[in-house]
């Protein structure tokens, strides 16, 4: 089993910064790939980012030059920095953890962008 724990989420007005944090613990050395996806209202969960082990890293295109994902193996997180936040990039973001066998998720935490 792999917990996850996100942190970060809060509101900012447009323009601005938010930095998430995901913290695996149980079987965390199973994991090989984390990502970040965001959910709005009424709307599918989407990827907004993921990245490997060895740091090879996906971006949604709506995201591109202004989100970044890292990685730290060691510590088990991985951190989604978020820069020039539009309005609508609002949603609860969850953080995922896909091993071998099964895709962990997180519980989510709310980012809210003002205008």
């Known amino acids: 089993q792999v917990q996850l724990v996100e942190s970060g989420g809060d509101l900012v007005q447009a323009g601005g910064s938010l930095r998430l944090s995901c913290a695996a613990s149980?079987?965390?050395?199973?994991?090989?790939?984390m990502g970040w996806y965001r959910q709005a209202p009424g709307k599918q969960r989407e990827l907004v980012a993921m990245?490997?082990?060895?740091?090879?890293?996906t971006y949604a295109d709506s995201v591109k030059g202004r989100f970044a994902i890292s990685r730290d193996n060691a510590k088990n997180t991985v951190v989604l920095q978020m820069n020039s936040l539009k309005p609508e990039d609002t949603a609860v973001y969850y953080c995922k953890a896909i091993t071998i066998l099964r895709d962990y998720w997180g519980r989510g935490t709310q980012v809210t962008v003002s205008s």
């Open positions: 149980g079987r965390s050395f199973n994991i090989n790939v």
């Open positions: 990245i490997t082990r060895d740091s090879t890293t």
